[in-house]
């Protein structure tokens, strides 16, 4: 089955113990983005990927780290949790970024930084 | 800025057609997509527009005018299954971004 998948769906942590959230697509996607959901604000860019060992910042990708060694991962790094990353994350990808591709989103993960 | 506007919520009755409206302001303009988010889940697939002009599917239709920096997506025949967020997301041209709206959270009474 094609999808994206996230790990963990829940976590509670405490302030500055390092966290890495997974994701992981099997539809050969090249784009992959994270994203971070809060209530009012809608779904905000923190990192996307265009390929293999090409990254960039989205609009909010302070506090954020990523990285994109093989095409079907682009695990999200918090270094530091601060209680202001609370949310709720989604990880995305498309065939590409051009087009009428559209994205396809894992799960979610649940984040609460203490 | 880069901005994308919304109604936070519509209540529409089972059976009758609405319409969602949003507008955006960004820098470059590359496509235009329509998401359904149902409570605690992740975002769908609705549409997508790139050209002016109207994108039937089924029971859903978007609309798009670039030079009005304007888009609403139409829903017929409203079930309660509808009931859900609908987000409206602008790909930008410059770097590889997708801006969302805050979502329009739409109650289908019966």
């Known amino acids: 089955e094609a999808q994206v998948t996230q790990n963990p769906r829940y976590l509670i942590t405490v302030t500055g113990k390092k966290l890495t959230v997974t994701c992981s697509q099997n539809m050969n996607h090249e784009y992959m983005s994270w994203y971070r959901q809060d209530p009012g604000l809608g779904l905000r860019q923190i990192y996307y990927?265009?390929?293999?060992?090409?990254?960039d910042k989205g609009d909010v990708p302070e506090g954020y780290k990523v990285s994109r060694k093989e095409k079907r991962n682009f695990p999200l790094i918090l270094e530091s949790p601060s209680p202001n990353q609370t949310s709720l994350y989604f990880c995305?990808?498309?065939?590409?970024?051009?087009?009428?591709?559209?994205?396809?989103f894992g799960p979610g993960t649940r984040l609460t930084v203490l | 800025g880069q901005n994308i506007d919304q109604p936070t919520e519509m209540t529409a009755t089972e059976g009758a057609i609405v319409q969602i409206n949003c507008t955006y302001q960004?820098?470059?303009?590359?496509?235009l997509f329509w998401y359904q988010q149902h409570a605690g889940e992740a975002p769908t697939f609705l549409s997508y527009?790139?050209?002016?002009g109207l994108e039937e599917k089924g029971r859903f239709s978007s609309f798009l005018s670039r030079s009005k920096g304007y888009s609403y997506l139409l829903l017929k025949e409203l079930q309660m299954k509808d009931s859900a967020s609908y987000l409206c997301?602008?790909?930008?041209?410059?770097?590889?971004?997708?801006?969302f709206g805050a979502g329009t959270r739409l109650f289908v009474k019966a």
């Open positions: 997301a602008v790909r930008d041209t410059g770097g590889f971004k997708t801006i």
């Open positions: 990927s265009m390929n293999v060992e090409v990254t």
């Open positions: 960004t820098s470059g303009f590359n496509g």
């Open positions: 527009n790139v050209l002016d």
């Open positions: 995305a990808s498309s065939f590409s970024y051009g087009g009428g591709n559209e994205q396809f």
